[in-house]
């Protein structure tokens, strides 16, 4: 089973704000991946963060290891319409997993009417 | 373009029948991982090739999933005697070295309908 946890759980947004979300873990993760998931398509890396305290941005996005190594945040500024889709945060399995992944409960961004 | 492929995109089967999911990963990628995705939920994984090499299946649900990537290369997912619990999407991802810092690069899925 899955052993991160996303909040929110899905969230809505109006042009032009600033979302934020947040991964938590029970464990303790050496590496912190974001991933953006669209309808039928496969997940895609946003952000990829390696050190704890790191703080990692990709235009818009900002992303920060937490320093327990036990979380991890993703900001997103002035969101676009674009920025609708499935959050992930995700990460190499915390104890002998190699390079599989364990991926998050997921944050669904929808656009506000 | 140059992405990971798989296919078909979409498999809808009875169950009982047998199923063979395709992934062409990047050229030259060494690692090839399988995720199974169900409705609403993150991928998991279940297993991974370093090259030809089956190095973990430990996320395989059953002897009734079965993968191979006999030249390094392309691979299949198999999965006999289809359950209605085995609906779901079918990732493929693949990454240059399979260091743990390595990106994997996922392809669209396969959506997988059992009735």
């Known amino acids: 089973g899955q052993q991160l946890n996303q909040s929110p759980q899905s969230m809505f947004i109006q042009e032009g704000e600033d979302v934020s979300m947040n991964c938590t873990s029970s464990?303790?993760?050496?590496?912190w991946l974001w991933y953006k998931q669209d309808p039928g398509e496969g997940p895609v890396l946003l952000i990829a963060?390696?050190?704890?305290?790191e703080l990692t941005s990709n235009g818009r996005l900002t992303a920060q290891f937490g320093i327990t190594r036990k979380d991890s945040f993703l900001n997103i500024s002035a969101s676009i319409p674009s920025d609708v889709g499935i959050y992930f945060c995700?990460?190499?399995?915390?104890?002998?997993?190699?390079?599989?992944?364990?991926f998050g409960t997921g944050t669904q961004l929808k656009v506000e009417l | 373009g140059a992405g990971v492929s798989q296919s078909p995109r979409y498999k809808v089967a009875k169950r009982g029948q047998d199923v063979a999911l395709r992934c062409d990963p990047i050229?030259?990628?060494?690692?090839l991982f399988w995720y199974q995705q169900a409705l609403g939920q993150g991928p998991e994984f279940l297993t991974y090739?370093?090259?030809?090499?089956?190095?973990?299946k430990s996320g395989l649900p059953s002897d009734r999933f079965f993968a191979e990537r006999p030249e390094g290369s392309v691979s299949t997912l198999k999965i006999q005697r289809t359950q209605q619990e085995d609906s779901a999407v079918y990732l493929c991802?693949?990454?240059?070295?399979?260091?743990?810092?390595?990106?994997?690069?996922f392809g669209p899925g396969t959506r997988l309908t059992v009735l």
């Open positions: 995700a990460g190499p399995f915390p104890t002998g997993g190699g390079n599989k992944l364990t």
């Open positions: 991802a693949s990454s240059y070295r399979g260091h743990s810092t390595d990106t994997q690069y």
């Open positions: 464990s303790i993760f050496n590496t």
């Open positions: 963060l390696y050190k704890a305290g």
């Open positions: 050229s030259g990628h060494v690692s």
């Open positions: 090739f370093q090259n030809e090499a089956q190095l973990d």
